[in-house]
């Protein structure tokens, strides 16, 4: 019997920084992805591509720059190949898990474009950290030669950043949720889905990354999913983080959610879009939303641990 739709956002630390990490990684995202499933939900799964679509895009860059053959790369783009490659892993990895438990349970991926509005402010002021970290003066130094804009991250080091418009509607909607009314596992919006804006009602492909809560969010709204689940790095959100008075947080209202941000307590382009994105579905449909790591998913959905955010 299902326990209801779900849509599960993965966080970075669920796939790694290069192909090699990410395949080693993706075995135990699998297995936490799987336990869901087998548990009797039906399982939509999101994901981040930051460091890979940077990766891809440093990679295709430097080889139009440098001589080679490659031609310049645009972003949106970019973002296909990450969410094919993403995909291919996770959903191999998956396959691999439930054939090893006996499970005719199937897995697939789709290429999902998000539309966003083309007049989104986020165009004219990037925020979303993409690619490898570097130092402060290797940072000023590569905006000095490329015009890009970096910033500081989180206490991590410099990224670059590019527009993170917000999701407006999933392209693929109807076919996701086909897809998992049928029982399968979905991949889905990888990345936060390739951004693309309608003109003369056709879709064209822009440049920008857009935060995978926020379209994660999106997409469990849609799909009336019963629950929106966050896995970051972390069992439970705090305030106060890295403080000597740090505090986890077992629950929280959409409320006291909004007075922490006011508080500045949740850092930007780190916990600050995952309680925002939270905020948003359950506003929009009055069911609870569960920000954990990935290995207490199942104990977080049974309610044992994580934060709950709720009305």
């Known amino acids: 019997m299902s326990k209801g739709k779900i849509v599960v956002a993965l966080g970075g630390n669920a796939l790694g920084n290069n192909p090699e990490e990410q395949l080693r990684l993706v ?91 083309k007049d989104d402010p986020g165009f004219k002021n990037p925020t979303k950290p993409v690619g490898v970290f570097y130092t402060e003066k290797e940072a ?10 970096y910033v500081e991250d989180a206490g991590r080091g410099w990224r670059k950043v590019v527009a993170s418009p917000i999701p407006v509607r999933i392209q693929e909607l109807d076919l996701i949720k086909t897809l998992s009314d049928t029982g399968a596992i979905v991949i889905a ?23 995978k809560d926020n379209a994660s969010a999106r997409l469990a709204i849609d799909l009336k999913a019963q629950r929106l689940v966050i896995l970051t790095a972390i069992e439970k959100v705090c305030i106060n983080f890295k403080q000597p008075n740090e505090t986890k947080l077992d629950s929280m209202t959409t409320a006291e959610a909004k007075q922490y941000i006011d508080e500045k307590q949740f850092a930007p382009g780190s916990m600050l879009p995952k309680v925002q994105a939270c905020i948003k579905y359950v506003e929009e449909t009055g069911h609870p939303a569960l920000i954990t790591s990935l290995e207490k998913a199942k104990d977080g959905l049974a309610g044992l641990t994580g934060t709950s955010i709720t009305k």
């Open 189 to 211: 919006i990888g990345g936060g889905g390739i951004p693309v804006i309608e003109e003369d009602n056709m879709l064209k492909g822009v440049s920008a990354v857009i935060d």
């Open 140 to 149: 000023k130094e590569r905006m000095e030669k490329t015009g890009d804009t």
């Open 27 to 117: 075995k135990n995202t699998a297995g936490a992805l799987v336990d869901l499933a087998l548990d009797g939900y039906e399982v939509v799964v999101g994901h981040g591509n930051g460091p890979q679509v940077g990766m891809i895009n440093n990679a295709m860059g430097f080889s139009s720059n440098n001589g080679g053959n490659t031609p310049e790369m645009p972003f949106a783009e970019c973002g296909a190949m990450s969410q094919g490659y993403i995909g291919y892993h996770l959903q191999q990895a998956i396959q691999n898990e439930l054939a090893k438990r006996g499970s005719d349970k199937k897995c697939a991926t789709v290429v999902t474009q998000v539309v966003v509005d």
